[in-house]
């Protein structure tokens, strides 16, 4: 499942699948609602159905955890990498090769929980800790796509809070 879709129109306007608006996201409450995601990802993964896809195009409640870790750590680099650096340039990343790379499929539920924890707790603890002369600071998608630090942290929450309705959607589909 490749996503060429370019997300960064979320911060316009609200999504109308998730109906999440990042843009009206308070700065103040990237932090809370990073660590609300990671405990929601920590009770998918004690799922008994965690390696099952709902179709062989949608990824499972395992590799949507590996993935939400690895936005977790690719966004608190980024989020470092502006703080030390105004007009900061990221790295192109390929989360699709990632996956099929990092075999999210076999990953360990268990580990993975962990894991997710873990970052989503250090990339909450880096955005509460963003001095208020900070906010404004600018950083550079490989694509042009530019950002502030606020509009990185409300991206970064659309997309933990997208992942968390796509896996509630498939488990009322199955339902």
Known sequence: MVDTKNWTWVLDERCPECGFDAGALP????????????????????AD??????DPATWSTLEYGCHIRDVFRTMDGRLALMLA??????????????????RYDTQDPATVAGE???????????????????????????????????????????????????IEEARSARS
């Open 116 to 166: 997710v924890l873990a970052a989503g707790g250090a990339v909450a603890d880096a955005f509460d800790a963003v001095a208020a002369d900070q906010w404004d600071r600018r950083g550079l998608r490989s694509n042009g796509s530019a950002f502030t630090v606020e509009t990185l942290g409300q991206y970064m929450v659309h997309d933990l809070v997208h992942h968390v309705w796509d």
């Open 85 to 102: 650096q105004d007009g900061a340039e990221f790295e192109n990343w390929d989360q699709d090769a990632t996956a099929v790379e990092d």
């Open 49 to 54: 159905d965690v390696r099952e896809r709902p």
């Open 27 to 46: 700065r103040d409450q990237i932090g809370p609602r990073s660590r609300a995601v990671a405990d929601a990802f920590v009770a998918f993964l004690g």
